[in-house]
């Protein structure tokens, strides 16, 4: 027989929390997910931002790509503040970082392929500081996961020999570029070539698709980065395959 006694007070303010609970755990967890995906996004725009704005600016108007990395703190500190927009500001801040030695390498050193991934890393005691610290953790991750995408196409340079045609594209003038370039591709082709591109780009692959398992928000602006890497490096080298 089933007991038909209305259920008391009690149970029904404890049943109307355990939902309220349940609801809002729901709630907060949909809100992480968003949370964790724009800033998948917003890592890889950042990522193929050098390419698209800085790239050119730097070879033109160096210093002033060098003042913009001021703008681009000042913002990030302006947004870190708002809690609407904290997220953004945290990101926009490591980001800053590569910003920097951007502006740099490529304004000053680029024909120097030896020095760039010193001058790449200068942000990088500042990144491991703050992770330790428990500060800025998006932008310091972002920063990581930009800084290993770096690292990772700047070894495949040296593995494959190219690293003699990033000194002459650097040097010459770009009427004379298309030969260098085509016989870069000719090297990427070859055997060896793509056999380094399939184990570098799944290293950067399967560090990518771990850091989105986690739950933490933070570990997906690092994925953001390091995905991104591999999606910017290929659409360099498609179109340079075209040329």
């Not at 049943?15 to 800033?39: E, G, P, T």
């Not at 913009?68 to 801040?93: A, C, H, M």
């Not at 920097?100 to 990144?127: C, V």
């Not at 980065?225 to 075209?242: G, K, N, R």
Request: hydrophobic share 55%; charged share 10%.
């Amino acid at each position: 027989m089933f007991n038909n006694t209305p259920l008391s007070t009690t149970s029904v303010a404890t049943l109307s929390y355990l939902q309220q609970n349940v609801k809002k755990a729901w709630s907060q967890w949909i809100q992480d997910q968003r949370q964790a995906k724009l800033i998948f996004l917003g890592a890889g725009f950042l990522v193929s931002v050098p390419v698209f704005i800085q790239a050119p600016l730097v070879r033109v108007l160096p210093a002033l790509s060098l003042i913009l990395t001021l703008f681009w703190v000042s913002l990030g500190v302006i947004l870190l503040k708002r809690p609407k927009t904290e997220i953004w500001g945290d990101l926009i801040l490591g980001f800053s970082w590569s910003w920097l030695a951007g502006s740099i390498y490529w304004g000053w050193y680029r024909a120097e392929p030896l020095i760039h991934l010193p001058i790449e890393a200068i942000g990088l005691p500042f990144a491991l500081w703050g992770l330790r610290k428990g500060y800025l953790k998006i932008g310091n991750l972002f920063y990581l996961g930009s800084l290993l995408g770096t690292a990772v196409t700047d070894i495949y340079f040296y593995l494959t020999g190219l690293i003699g045609h990033w000194q002459q594209v650097m040097q010459v003038e770009p009427a004379l570029v298309t030969p260098i370039l085509q016989s870069a591709i000719a090297i990427v082709q070859t055997p060896w070539g793509v056999s380094w591109a399939v184990v570098l780009a799944n290293f950067l692959l399967a560090i990518g698709l771990w850091s989105l398992q986690q739950k933490q928000a933070y570990w997906w602006g690092f994925s953001g980065a390091v995905l991104s890497t591999i999606l910017v490096d290929s659409l360099f080298w498609v179109a340079t395959s075209l040329i």
